[in-house]
Nanobody
Framework: QVQLVESGGGLVQPGDSLRLSCAASGGTSGSFAMGWFRQVPGEEREFVAAIRWRSGHTYYSDSVKGRFTISRDKATNTGYLQMNSLKPEDTGVYYC???????????????????WGQGTQVIVSS
């Protein structure tokens, strides 16, 4: 089993930055990967970014590419999402997700992740 605990959300102004953290327990071996998704009321969960744990390869949605950076610390089994130049449309509940065995094409699909964090609220408003 994998357990995920995330933190780092908050209220910021447009142009500010936040860093979200996702601490994993239960193992990160094999083809383990971690992703970040966000959701607003009445909408489906939207892919934000993902990382393959072993290689460090990263993937981003077009809406955040160049502004957000996903990374991981193998020593602590912790993933991070650094969010810069935040916009009001970045507002939402952010969830980290993980799976011990997932293929490339499934990294962008929330339904293919087996484990989820509890969510953390991000509000970008002036």
């Amino acid at each position: 089993q994998v357990q995920l605990v995330e933190s780092g959300g908050g209220l910021v102004q447009p142009g500010d930055s936040l860093r979200l953290s996702c601490a994993a327990s239960g193992g990160t071996s094999g083809s383990f990967a971690m992703g970040w998704f966000r959701q607003v009321p009445g909408e489906e969960r939207e892919f934000v970014a993902a990382i393959r744990w072993r290689s460090g390869h990263t993937y981003y949605s077009d809406s955040v590419k160049g502004r957000f950076t996903i990374s991981r610390d193998k020593a602590t089994n912790t993933g991070y999402l650094q969010m810069n130049s935040l916009k009001p449309e970045d507002t939402g509940v952010y969830y980290c997700a993980a799976d011990p065995s997932i293929i490339l094409s499934s990294l962008f699909d929330a339904r293919r992740y087996g484990y989820w964090g509890q969510g953390t609220q991000v509000i970008v408003s002036s």
